[in-house]
């Protein structure tokens, strides 16, 4: 693995709560740890891993259930205490550019899956390696896992970290997100 660049941590007042903030850089991709001002003294924080959805997480769309799911964790870690690791790796790690012309090709008719794979991408192309190392650098060895995706459960575990409990991270669908959750479900195997 390349070397992780950190930052120190700092204080970081949101509409959710006060949290500290910690970066990570990996690379060209930097990451943000977001702790409940208590996390250090929790045993098993909650722990979410998000992946960064720009459109989702910053303007807010329908397509996904992304922002939802992010503003969920924020609001439980500020009142539990815990983390949210912020990943960068926008599209399942296809970069923004492609996420775009993957959603033209779900206006065409393509569901998510196939249209990474149209584009020449896997169904996933996110790489974990750098949230090891914020987790080992939090030093964390057993959290409650805030995911419905079974690859971030694997990735944990193989990490040495024990889940104590997983914690659905289930939305409301709606008419722009129904086909995308349910492929979610059929073809990742998403635990929804």
Not at 2 to 29: H, M, R, W
Not at 144 to 153: A, D, G, Q, R, W
């Amino acid at each position: 693995m390349k070397t992780i660049i950190e930052s120190k941590i700092a204080n970081l007042p949101t509409k959710y709560g006060d949290f500290d903030v910690k970066a990570y850089k990996d690379g060209c991709q930097e990451h943000l740890a977001i702790m409940s001002k208590n996390f250090n003294e929790l045993k098993a924080p909650h722990v979410r891993v998000h992946s960064e959805c720009l459109t989702g997480d910053s303007v807010g769309s329908l397509k996904c259930d992304c922002n939802k799911q992010l503003v969920m964790a924020l609001k439980l870690i500020a009142k539990e205490g815990g983390l949210v690791i912020y990943h960068r790796q926008e599209g399942r790690n296809i970069g923004l550019v492609n996420k775009i012309n993957a959603y033209n090709l779900q206006d065409q008719g393509y569901n998510t899956v196939e249209a990474n794979v149209k584009l020449g991408f896997k169904a996933d192309e996110r790489d974990y390696k750098a949230v090891g190392y914020i987790l080992k650098d939090l030093g964390l060895d057993e959290i409650k896992l805030m995911t419905n995706n079974p690859k971030k459960i694997q990735f944990v575990e193989s990490c040495g970290i024990k889940i104590k409990k997983r914690t659905p991270s289930i939305i409301k669908t709606n008419p722009y997100n129904e086909n995308y959750l349910k492929i979610k479900k059929e073809q990742m195997g998403h635990l929804l």
